[in-house]
């Protein structure tokens, strides 16, 4: 399934693309997230509302239906099934049920309230990323922030991605290792082909999977950490841009 900014969600299924019909029209605006949960819901995020696609039970919550905030920007499902919603304006929301939810936001002391990202490591803990820094969450209480305060370079992360050892944080000034005892930066000078790091993934392989300004970065988790325990290791990247097929070396997200 995917879908562009101007409303439209289509199946990409080989190489055919076809319509995808909707029972409730996806708004004429930036579409910047879809998201299937465990119920086999389609949660669909926009800067015209967020879009929940579940046959007659379809809706659109937006300002005019009493949502905090009309420009959404991800949606999340938990470890325990709760469907969380990161926005620009409002913070962090988690819904109780389809009619009613929570808010989390910069009066309950998130760092802002415009998430850039939500992720969940091997405690439960939700870890959301926003422009003024990391958020470590349990029970709709923040219970833990980092920020340049703790050696990280910037403030501003596009994504985070918990691991065993380390959370990854990806921003404009590189591939970040944050633990408890380190924070290592990988950027130009630690042998990045560019400081500008949008998204973070990781395969079944071990392999993570970085969407850049200048092409697609891979390179071995284990060889990261390596190369955090020697700081003289030489990094070993996989890059892909034009010259492997890509239309444009420019990569957002995956």
């Not at 199946?11 to 076809?18: A, E, V, W």
């Not at 879009?51 to 325990?80: A, C, H, M």
């Not at 002391?109 to 969940?120: D, F, K």
């Not at 390179?219 to 290791?233: F, H, R, T, V, Y």
């Amino acid at each position: 399934l995917v879908g562009n900014e101007s409303g439209q969600l289509n199946i990409l299924k080989g190489d055919k693309i076809t319509p995808f019909e909707t029972e409730v029209k996806i708004p004429f605006a930036r579409l910047k997230h879809l998201f299937t949960d465990s119920k086999n819901r389609i949660w669909v995020s926009t800067y015209g509302g967020l879009v929940l696609l579940d046959g007659k039970n379809s809706r659109i919550y937006n300002i005019e239906s009493g949502f905090p905030d009309n420009f959404i920007r991800q949606v999340y499902e938990d470890n325990y099934g709760h469907i969380w919603v990161g926005t620009k304006n409002a913070g962090l929301i988690r819904f109780k049920d389809a009619d009613s939810w929570e808010t989390l936001n910069i009066d309950k002391n998130l760092t802002s309230n415009y998430i850039m990202s939500i992720a969940e490591n091997n405690k439960n803990q939700l870890i959301v990323g926003t422009i003024s820094g990391i958020n470590y969450i349990e029970n709709m209480n923040v219970v833990k922030t980092v920020t340049l305060d703790d050696n990280l370079p910037s403030n501003f992360s596009f994504a985070t991605l918990p691991t065993d050892n380390y959370l990854w944080i990806a921003s404009n000034d590189g591939l970040t290792a944050y633990s408890e005892d380190t924070t290592v930066v990988f950027n130009t000078s630690r042998g990045m082909p560019s400081n500008i790091i949008y998204d973070l993934m990781l395969d079944r392989n071990g392999n993570l999977w970085m969407p850049s300004e200048k092409s697609i970065l891979m390179a071995s988790l284990k060889d990261l950490e390596d190369c955090i325990n020697q700081p003289d290791k030489p990094l070993k990247l996989k890059q892909f841009n034009k010259s492997h097929g890509m239309k444009n070396n420019h990569s957002l997200g995956g």
